[in-house]
């Protein structure tokens, strides 16, 4: 039987991940936040009063089966001077199916079938979710859009809503081998999965370990100077302490040119292993060189950081 993995994320950083691991012999169930109010998904999000469904779209497409020729189409933004602009096309057809249907949950089963999705993904709830941010001088900031374009350091993250967790999320953790909480922005993409008391719960309740893939570049304004360990004393202040077993870092060389790139025009640094914190944290260490360039841009080697997840799997 296939060992049971489940990924919380959302936006990029899980569906560069998604993209490996979907090839290797495990039971993914991926769950994907659904507050993202920007762009597209937002637009859509005001219009239909629906949850975000820009985040799952992604995820869909790097898990499906078909080529790539087809897979693009559903990544195809629309450029014109209607109200299609910006749209991509698979954020359309999952709005048309979610109309038809009125359950997020089985428009995603929908659209998996369409696009021969192997694995399982679930929206972290089929609620109308708004995410709120209390900067550390006392300011309230409204929207994950705002939370991320304000630059700003977070004393809290939370909801403005109480959210309701989909059922299988909760079914999914309690069968799981493994938990894995992906890269991706902290504040906007990982925390809002752990700010649902019944996640935490069923979390720290759960005999399989936790695995932390940490970013490799900071957020500009939210996480300037942090280390690895600091990412992870963020998400233990609400997960708990000892919570996370194992951590997931990238000790690449980035070269000069790329790095000033990263300095000047987007603010961001790469995040160090900071080895003594982190001997202090009893937490578990894997580094390897993981990072690739695409395109001038930073990403995640998906299949070599896929082959490390799996190797600790078959341990």
């Known amino acids: 039987m296939k060992k049971k993995i489940v990924v919380f994320g959302g936006g990029t950083g899980i569906s560069y991940l998604l993209r490996g691991l979907k090839d290797f012999p495990v039971d993914i169930t991926a769950v994907i936040t659904v507050s993202d109010d920007g762009r597209s998904t937002g637009k859509l999000r005001e219009e239909f009063s629906i949850p975000a469904i820009g985040d799952i779209r992604k995820v869909l497409t790097n898990l499906s089966e078909l080529p790539n020729e087809i897979k693009s189409i559903m990544e195809y933004r629309f450029e014109t001077y209607s109200d299609l602009d910006g749209h991509p096309l698979g954020n359309l057809v999952l709005t048309a199916l979610l109309n038809k249907t009125k359950n997020l949950k089985q428009s995603i089963e929908y659209l998996s079938k369409l696009l021969d999705v192997k694995h399982k993904v679930l929206p972290l709830s089929e609620d109308y979710l708004t995410l709120m941010g209390e900067t550390i001088d006392g300011e309230m900031i409204e929207g994950e859009d705002n939370l991320t374009h304000a630059h700003k350091k977070y ?67 939210e996480t300037d100077n942090f280390g690895v360990s600091d990412h992870i004393q963020i998400l233990q202040k609400y997960l708990g302490k000892n919570t996370i077993d194992i951590v997931i870092a990238s000790n690449t060389k980035i ?5 000033k790139k990263y300095e000047v025009e987007e603010q961001k640094s790469p995040v160090p292993i900071d080895y003594e914190k982190l001997k202090n944290m009893n937490i578990e260490v894997i580094e390897d060189d993981l990072l690739t360039i695409v395109d001038n841009t930073i990403r995640h080697n998906s299949l070599k950081l896929s082959s490390i997840i799996f190797s600790y799997l078959m341990r």
């Open 155 to 221: 004393r809290r993250i939370f909801y403005k809503e109480e959210p309701h967790v989909t059922k299988q999320v909760l079914t999914a953790i309690e069968e799981a081998d493994l938990i894995i909480i992906s890269m991706g922005s902290l504040y906007t993409s990982i925390l809002p999965h752990l700010l649902c008391k019944e996640v935490v719960q069923k979390i720290n309740n759960s005999s399989a370990k936790v695995m932390y893939l940490c970013n490799a570049m900071t957020q500009p304004g």
């Open 255 to 259: 070269e000069p040119k790329i790095l």
